[in-house]
């Protein structure tokens, strides 16, 4: 099954507002984490990624927050525009190249 | 520019007929991999390779075979095609790390 999952199928968010998107795994001893970005009949982006000896790690406009904890993963979106409506999913690693995914979070962006 | 291309992008077949799905990278990475999407379950590994001549199978690997004879292909080969085969194809690469880079997809119908 799926190491990999996310709290909400679905996001609707105000443009210019901040997006969370939320991520759960369960492999404890994954050490590797990142967020892709698909858009429609478009092949996944990478985003940002973290591997396990770091709790954040900012990128342009996206940050990446890990809490080993609980194994929580979220990816922060600071002023949402329109062009961040997509679906996104989180995926993590452990000990070799391979990605587990989960089943993603679609993004809708209001004007 | 470097890049992964998939052929061809949108195929309609037959039960029970052999189909095969191009995947091409022009970054010389080692690692190449083939998921299946569909909806609700995200991104599901089928096969994956490390190199030339390896060839390893994922967590739905039944129905579908790969081989790589080089290192910029790596063809996903449906055997006998069945309906439940029906789905969105993606090929990705990776070299050195975790991060995979993803081809556009090819959206496979099975009648």
């Known amino acids: 099954g799926e190491s990999v999952g996310l709290h909400l199928p679905t996001l609707s968010v105000q443009e210019g507002d901040n997006s969370i998107i939320n991520c759960a795994y369960s492999?404890?001893?994954?050490?590797?984490f990142i967020w892709y970005k698909q858009e429609s009949g478009k092949g996944p982006q990478f985003i940002i990624d973290?591997?396990?000896?770091?709790d954040k790690r900012q990128g342009q406009r996206v940050t990446v927050l890990l809490n080993k904890t609980v194994k929580h993963l979220s990816l922060q979106i600071a002023a949402t525009q329109p062009g961040d409506s997509a679906v996104y999913f989180c995926?993590?690693?452990?000990?070799?190249?391979?990605?587990?995914f989960g089943a993603g979070t679609t993004v809708t962006v209001r004007a | 520019d470097a890049e992964i291309t998939q052929s061809p992008r949108h195929k309609i077949t037959e039960t029970g007929r052999q189909v095969t799905l191009a995947c091409h990278q022009t970054?010389?990475?080692?690692?190449m991999f083939w998921y299946r999407q569909d909806l609700g379950h995200g991104l599901r590994l089928i096969h994956y390779?490390?190199?030339?001549?390896?060839?390893n199978k994922g967590e739905v690997s039944d129905g579908y075979s790969v081989s790589r004879s080089n290192t910029e292909d790596l063809p996903l080969t449906l055997e006998s095609a069945a309906s439940s085969q029906t789905s969105v194809y993606f090929c990705?690469?990776?070299?050195?790390?975790?991060?995979?880079?993803f081809g556009p997809g090819t959206r496979l119908t099975v009648l």
């Open positions: 990705a690469s990776s070299e050195g790390g975790n991060e995979q880079f």
């Open positions: 970054w010389n990475h080692n690692n």
């Open positions: 390779s490390y190199g030339v001549q390896d060839t």
């Open positions: 973290i591997r396990s000896n770091m």
């Open positions: 492999n404890s001893a994954s050490d590797y």
């Open positions: 995926a993590d690693s452990f000990n070799d190249y391979k990605l587990s």
